[in-house]
Structure formats: structure tokens, C-alpha cells
């Protein structure tokens, strides 16, 4: 055989093995990535099972430990220590906020029996809840729901000197958040309206004006004007009107257009 001939022969020889590879390597298909488990500091941390809503009793149930990267965990998570049960230590406590699946339980969102109701829990320092009588046309037609913002309204018969009586309507507070419609003090499952049956509202306001709404409450009719979501930003807390004045004598002058007008006794 001719030395040209076996060149030949070597080189069909080499692309056809490379070629073989080549569909080897097509058919297999790309070799899967090396996976190497790096360890991560990381410890127990107390979540909720499922979604806890406000006001709701706890339970054992209600509570798993989730794996948690140390570096994420804060103080006012609840970690899992040797030697300790964690999980009793918030067992049949009240729900002071609502803690959704899989979020870490924090003790500041649990309120345990004996340190107040849930209304207690959730006021805000130095405020007070008061409740007043509602009815359809005096709430919204009953669309107001907790912890929406509403203006609240006194309705009152005044009689002038000549025993003439007349009607005046006074906004005493804006934008004051709504606690509770009757007992129910958060709304769930997307409700859109309240329940028919309940005749109060329960209001957050200072003590002040919770003094000044008890009183309005027995000079007249109170009725709530729902304010619009958009208003939330222009203020943290409940204002008082110049409707009522706290030291008011039997007497009122109302002003109409800038005018002072004759003054109408309380009846």
C-alpha cells in the first residue's frame, strides 16, 4: 500500500471518529451542572401555619417551624431553643393583628387572656373608643366598614326667642377611623357591606372628643359621612370641628355668610 493511501485512510479514519463523537455528544444531550450543598448559617424560626386573623384564638395548629437564614432573623422573631417550648409560650393568645401564612409570629401581634380585650389591643396610645347609635341612613347605608375614615355629623333642634325651632347640622370631628361596626372589628372575606343587624359604631377618638361625642349623643341625632380613601394622607389622626365647643352655654350664634345671626337657645 502506497504511503499516499494510508494518509488517506488515516485522515477518513480521524473526521469519522470525530464525527461519532460529535452525534454522541448531540444525542446525549449537555451534561447536567455539578451541585455542591454549600452550608448556610441558618436556625428555627416560628411562622404561621395558616392565616390568622384578627382576633382569632391561637392554637398548637396554628404554628410550624420554618427553616430561617440567621442573618434575616430579627429580635422580635420567635427562634427555636433547645430546651424550651416556644410554641406554648403563644398558644391561646389573641391575635392583635392579622398574621398571614408563612409569616414569622413576632409576640408584638399576640396578645395573651388577661391583658385586655382585642379592642384594647389595637387602640393606639392616649385614644379611646366610644361607640354611637347608627342606622342605615345615618351610616352610609351601611357600607361603612372597620377602619374606614369618616366625618361625624350632629344633628340638633335649636329654638330661637320666639319659641321658633330649627334644625342645624354641625360636623364635629373629620377624619376619624372607624373601630368596630357592632362587634365586628375587621372585615373579612371581602365583605362589602357590614351586618344588618348591628345599631353602633365604635370610634377612635381622643379623650377629649370622646367627652364632646357623649354629649352630642344626648342633644341629637349623630350620623357618620364616609370620607374617601384618597383623603388618608392628609392626616394621621382625628380633628375636631368648631361644631361643638366642649364649655358651650345654652345659647349658639350661628354664622351665615359672615354675618352673625340672632342667638338659639338648646332645647
Known amino acids: 500500500m502506497k504511503r499516499a493511501q494510508l494518509i488517506g485512510f ?11 463523537m460529535l452525534m454522541r455528544s448531540m444525542v446525549n444531550g449537555p451534561q447536567e451542572p455539578t451541585r455542591v450543598a454549600v452550608p448556610v448559617n441558618a436556625t428555627e424560626v416560628l411562622v404561621a401555619r395558616s392565616d390568622i386573623g384578627l382576633g382569632q384564638i391561637t392554637k398548637k395548629s396554628s404554628f410550624r417551624w420554618q427553616t430561617w437564614p440567621a442573618d434575616a432573623v ?7 431553643s433547645s430546651g424550651s417550648d416556644e410554641v406554648k409560650d403563644v398558644r391561646g ?3 392583635r393583628a392579622p398574621i398571614m401564612a408563612g409569616e414569622p409570629v413576632t409576640r408584638q401581634k399576640l396578645i395573651k387572656a388577661g391583658q385586655g380585650g382585642v379592642l384594647a389591643a389595637i387602640l393606639p396610645g392616649g385614644m379611646r373608643a366610644i361607640s354611637t347609635k347608627i342606622k342605615e341612613e345615618t351610616a352610609a347605608g351601611r ?3 372597620p377602619n374606614d375614615r369618616v366625618d361625624v355629623i350632629l344633628t340638633r333642634r335649636l329654638r330661637d326667642r320666639k319659641g321658633k325651632q330649627h334644625f342645624v347640622s354641625d360636623t364635629l370631628f373629620k377624619n376619624v377611623r372607624v373601630l368596630a361596626i357592632g362587634q365586628q372589628i375587621e372585615s373579612k372575606d371581602d365583605k362589602k357591606s357590614t351586618d344588618g343587624a348591628a345599631n353602633t359604631a365604635t370610634l377612635e377618638l381622643s379623650p377629649e372628643q370622646a367627652e364632646q361625642l357623649a354629649l352630642a349623643n344626648s342633644m341629637g341625632s349623630i350620623s357618620l359621612s364616609l370620607r374617601s ?3 388618608l394622607n392628609q392626616g394621621n389622626g382625628p380633628s375636631s370641628s368648631d361644631g361643638l365647643r366642649k364649655k358651650s352655654s345654652s345659647a349658639i350664634r350661628i354664622l351665615r355668610y359672615g354675618v352673625r345671626s340672632r342667638a338659639y337657645g338648646v332645647n
Open 93 to 95: 393568645a389573641i391575635a
Open 74 to 80: 430579627t429580635p422580635s422573631f420567635i427562634t427555636k
Open 10 to 20: 488515516s485522515i477518513a479514519g480521524a473526521a469519522g471518529l470525530l464525527a461519532f
Open 143 to 145: 357600607l361603612i366598614l
Open 229 to 231: 380613601i384618597a383623603d
